[in-house]
Nanobody, 117 residues
């Protein structure tokens, strides 16, 4: 079992920055993949950024150059640094981990990000 707890969401003006954190209950060095997803009202959940155990990262085209995913193995925490935020980034952001023999999915509870003036 993996428990994930997100934090860091909030209200920010367009052009501003936020950093989301996802704390895991197990050593993240043992987790195959960790990612950030988001879901806006009326839309499907979508991948924002992903980091694999070997360090490779993937980003949605819409956030490339603005968002950065990183991890701190000592703190068992994955971060999402979000810069140059736009109103269309408004969504609930979820952390996901793929862990174990069958790469089972584990999800956090989500954190709201609202970009508005």
């Amino acid at each position: 079992q993996v428990q994930l707890v997100e934090s860091g969401g909030g209200l920010v003006q367009p052009g501003g920055s936020l950093r989301l954190s996802c704390a895991a209950s197990v050593s993240i060095s043992s987790i195959y993949a960790m990612g950030w997803y988001r879901q806006a009202p009326g839309k499907q959940r979508e991948l924002v950024a992903q980091i694999l155990s070997g360090g490779r990262t993937n980003y949605a085209d819409s956030v490339k150059g603005r968002f950065t995913i990183s991890r701190d193995n000592a703190k068992n925490t994955v971060y999402l640094q979000m810069n140059s935020l736009k109103p269309e980034d408004t969504a609930v952001y979820y952390c996901k981990a793929n862990h174990g023999t069958y790469l089972r999915e584990y999800w956090g509870q989500g954190t709201q990000v609202t970009v508005s003036s």
